[in-house]
């Protein structure tokens, strides 16, 4: 298959070692942020919640308020920036192992991963500086604001609807284990491919349920004209925690997340970059 001009000078881009090198490191912090964000949700569970917000950005927080904390921050961005040059490359010329519709599908999903790993090194670098991380209240206030404008309502709604579909896809995306093509099984031991599915499923479908959770409660904020309830993941599992069984279901999506955080550590080894 021919390149374009544009295609071929991405492709010769994404080959960069440093890129790489970079790119597997970010895996780590992203591991990082998630284990982190696992302990959180473990915390909410039992009812000790340390007051930050049990999402990724109460995760940067609390690594912030460690001894040199706020410098892994620091890596931690640079890392997820790099993953996000990465996959913004993927999605200009990338995947070529693919044809027809599932090379569109694959681009188009490079390009939404790459606004999340540009958000999370955002997040980490506001982190580092001493601004905050945001969280729960800046998404109750954003929702507040957007609330009170013409169509507010309705483009919050979309939202909400838009983050639940993210949480069904990642449902799907961990049970039907699609993840296992980015990863470069033929280098791995039959133990670590074994472990690398079941972390991965485990790790895709626990966000995945957290996911829809919160995108249902921004849908449920706009229909009641409640920001309060549009406190994204962390409202989440909060409202997980109220239900019947509440706690254990609650800690066992908090360990598939840690599944997820284990399985970055295992992709910055062995995914595709």
């Not at 920036?81 to 192992?97: F, P, R, S, T």
């Not at 390009?111 to 999370?120: E, H, N, P, Q, W």
């Not at 699609?178 to 991965?200: D, I, N, Q, S, W």
Request: hydrophobic residues 50%.
């Amino acid at each position: 298959m021919s390149l374009t001009h544009a295609e071929a000078t991405a492709a010769r881009a994404a080959n960069s070692r440093w890129l790489e090198l970079l790119a597997r490191a970010g895996f780590v912090g992203y591991g990082i942020v998630h284990l982190l964000f696992a302990w959180l949700a473990l915390q909410i569970a039992f009812g000790r919640s340390s007051g930050a917000s049990g999402d990724q950005a109460g995760a940067l927080s609390t690594l912030a308020d460690e001894p040199l904390g706020r410098f892994l921050c620091a890596a931690i961005a640079v890392g997820l920036l790099a993953m996000a040059v990465w996959q913004a490359l993927e999605a200009a010329a990338g995947h070529l192992a693919e044809r027809g519709r599932r090379r569109v599908v694959e681009r188009l999903t490079s390009a939404g991963r790459t606004l999340v790993y540009l958000y999370f090194a955002w997040l980490a670098w506001k982190v580092f500086s001493g601004a905050g991380s945001g969280g729960a209240d800046q998404q109750e206030a954003l929702t507040g604001r957007l609330m009170t404008s013409s169509g507010g309502r309705w483009l919050v709604g979309l939202a909400g609807l838009v983050l639940a579909a993210v949480g069904v896809g990642l449902v799907v995306y961990g049970w039907r284990k699609k993840f296992v093509r980015h990863l470069k099984t033929g280098e791995m031991t039959p133990r670590t491919h074994t472990l690398a599915r079941r972390l991965g499923t485990a790790g895709y479908v626990a966000k995945g349920v957290a996911y829809g959770i919160a995108g249902l409660l921004v849908v449920v904020a706009a229909l009641t004209y409640d920001p309060q309830k549009a406190r994204g993941l962390d409202a989440a599992l909060r409202l997980l925690r109220e239900q019947s069984y509440g706690p254990l279901l609650l800690s066992l999506v908090a360990l598939g997340i840690a599944a997820f955080g284990v399985y970055c550590f295992l992709q910055s080894r062995y995914r595709k970059v």
